[in-house]
């Protein structure tokens, strides 16, 4: 692979994080972080929405009108929506629940339809690919992140998908009996995103200065 596709395939993991660094998608990122798989669930649906979106877009991009371009890219996302909300509903039915209005509202998600309108559009299919597997593979590390320390502050608890006979759930002593409950609300999680995006805004300055001095 030659140093370019790695450089996109990576560049959604932090440089340019549709979370912390874009600020996109916070609609989905404030609503489902309250447990660890439902973070996760969200955003493997994103990538896997956002990955075939970019790739179908890239492959008709001169074949849509321009006039009915954006139309166009609804109906393609959408058709991707579609397939992940039936297969969550057949496989997963306690995460489709769990997931609820978030789950359709992918058709939004302003991350999926702007990589749509601002790469896919005008790029190949194999750099629209890596650039929707990285820009879905840094949302969910940022919604598992915020998840994380959202559910082991807020309820002392880490929730994984059950294996066998192991519930999937992870207690922790202490944090259980005496959660700082703010942290599962609209206000805590507000908190933790302004706390999270200026520890990544002090990472970058940090980097552009070091760059700078070299």
């Not at 998608?25 to 969200?42: D, H, K």
């Not at 959408?78 to 359709?104: R, W």
């Not at 302003?110 to 929707?132: P, Q, Y």
């Not at 879905?136 to 880490?158: C, H, K, N």
Request: charged residues 10%; contains cysteine.
């Amino acid at each position: 692979m030659k140093g370019s596709h790695i450089d996109q395939l990576k560049k959604g993991l932090f440089k340019e994080n549709p979370t912390f660094i874009l600020m996109l998608g916070l609609c989905p990122t404030l609503g489902v972080t309250t447990m660890v798989s439902n973070a996760i669930g969200m955003g493997l649906s994103v990538l896997f929405v956002l990955t075939c979106s970019n790739i179908m877009i890239s492959l008709l991009r001169k074949l849509i009108p321009d006039s009915v371009r954006i139309p166009s890219y609804i109906v393609i996302i959408a058709s991707f929506v579609t397939i992940i909300e039936m297969l969550l509903h057949a496989f997963m039915p306690s995460l489709y629940e769990a997931l609820g209005v978030y789950l359709p509202l992918i058709v939004v998600n302003c991350i999926i339809l702007g990589r749509a309108e601002a790469f896919a559009n005008k790029n190949t299919v194999l750099d629209s690919m890596l650039d929707g597997i990285g820009m879905g593979i840094g949302f969910t590390m940022s919604l598992t992140l915020i998840a994380t320390i959202r559910e082991v502050f807020g309820a002392g608890s880490i929730t994984l998908f059950p294996i066998g006979s192991w519930n999937g759930s992870i207690i922790i002593p202490g944090l259980h009996t005496w959660p700082v409950r703010v942290m599962t609300l609209a206000p805590g999680a507000l908190l933790l995103m302004g706390f999270l995006k200026s520890y990544f805004n002090w990472l970058g300055s940090r980097k552009a200065k070091k760059e700078v001095a070299a």
